[in-house]
C-alpha cells in the first residue's frame, strides 16, 4: 500500500466492512483515509463518497435514508401479505406486511400501532418480537426498516385505499410473491427460532 502511494496509484480512500490490522496499519503509515463498520452491501459502483476519517463517517452523496415500520401480522402459522394500490408512492402492485413511514418525532413501536389501526383494522395485536434496523438500498433510497411480528386472534382485516387486495399465506410461500425490497429476510429473521402461534 505504502508503494502504491509513492507511485501515485494509492486509492483516495478505503472502505471497510471490518478493516484487517494489516489493512490499518497499511492505511496509516500510507496516511489514506480509511473507516470501517460500514454495510457495504449498500454501496453502488459509481457512488459520490464522503470519507471523514477523523470522525469515522461515511456520507454517501444524493442517497437518503428513509425510516419505516413493517409488522409482519401472523394468525395460526400463517402471515398476512398485503397488495399495495396504484393510489401508494411506491412500489405499487407489490406486496408487503403493513407498512409505513415513522412520522416526526413518533417512536418505531408507536408508528407500528398506528399503522395497524389505519390499514388492516386491527388495534391490539400482541407484540410477539423485533428486529434490529434492517437496511435495503434501492437505486437512490435505503429503506431503513424497524420490523416487528405481530399475533392476531383471527384473519377478517379491513384493508385501506393502500392496498387492493390481501392473502394469508404460509411462509415458506412468501418468495412466490413480488414483494417489497427486503421483505423475504424480514419474514426468515422474524419467524427464525421461533415456535410460532
Excluded at 419505516?68 to 396504484?86: D, E, F, Q
Excluded at 424480514?186 to 419467524?191: A, P, Q, S, T
Amino acid at each position: 500500500m505504502y508503494q502504491m502511494k509513492l507511485n501515485g496509484r494509492a486509492p483516495a480512500a478505503i472502505v471497510n466492512a471490518s478493516a484487517e490490522p494489516i489493512i490499518a496499519t497499511g492505511a496509516i503509515i500510507s496516511e489514506i483515509p480509511m473507516v470501517d463498520g460500514v454495510d457495504i452491501a449498500l454501496l453502488r459502483t459509481g457512488d459520490d463518497l464522503k470519507v471523514d476519517a477523523g470522525c469515522g463517517s461515511l456520507e454517501v452523496k444524493n442517497v437518503s435514508e428513509k425510516h419505516v415500520v413493517t409488522s409482519i401480522v401472523r394468525n395460526r402459522g400463517k402471515i398476512l401479505l398485503l397488495k399495495r394500490s396504484a393510489k401508494v408512492g411506491s412500489y405499487r402492485g407489490q406486496w408487503a406486511g403493513v407498512s409505513g413511514y415513522i412520522e416526526q418525532g413518533e417512536d418505531d413501536t408507536a408508528a407500528a400501532k398506528r399503522e395497524l389501526g389505519e390499514e388492516i383494522g386491527k388495534n391490539g395485536a400482541r407484540l410477539v418480537k423485533r428486529l434490529e434496523p434492517q437496511r435495503f438500498r434501492d437505486s437512490e433510497v435505503v429503506w431503513c426498516v424497524h420490523a416487528f411480528l405481530v399475533d392476531v386472534p383471527e384473519r377478517n382485516v379491513s384493508i385501506d385505499w393502500e392496498h387492493d387486495s390481501f392473502e394469508w399465506v404460509s411462509p415458506k410461500d412468501v418468495s412466490r410473491y413480488p414483494t417489497v425490497p427486503g421483505l423475504q429476510s424480514i419474514v426468515h429473521k422474524l419467524l427464525s427460532n421461533d415456535t410460532g402461534r
